[in-house]
């Protein structure tokens, strides 16, 4: 089972964050954070790495963007990863991905905001609208490129 299911969180509504995103930046650890709201009206924060398999996306975790975050016991997580199903994009494996959903659910809404407030300052990367029906290929772009 996804990650995104322990928070409440459905694969049609990653999905839909993921095609009607209202911010898509840089992460922690080259992941990308996916910001925006459901269909339902929920406000969720995506966590994923671009595939370099066209139209695909590694969803590492998610949630709603709620302040009270639930969290797993460190031996639930190890239970977990010993029975993991998901196939990882390359350079992705369960130590890492748990070490990325760990670093954002333990953040502090401070930290949060501080992480948003330094990826807007990056001399390296640029904030572009993009038409929701060109934010498949913007990915297979930046999975191809290592982003």
Known sequence: MPHIHRHGVSEEEARQILEHSIEDRAGADNSRVAL?????GRYLKIIYSPDSEPGSVFVITGYAITGNLSKLSEGDRRN??????????A??????????IAHYETQTEEEAVA???????????TFVEVPNELL?????LLARHGH
């Open 36 to 40: 925006g709201g459901t269909d339902g």
């Open 80 to 89: 977990n990863m010993a029975h993991d199903p998901n196939k990882y994009p």
């Open 91 to 100: 350079g992705w494996n369960p130590e890492r991905v748990e070490a990325l």
């Open 115 to 125: 992480e948003d407030e330094a990826a807007f300052e990056d001399n390296t990367q």
């Open 136 to 140: 498949p290929k913007v990915r297979e």
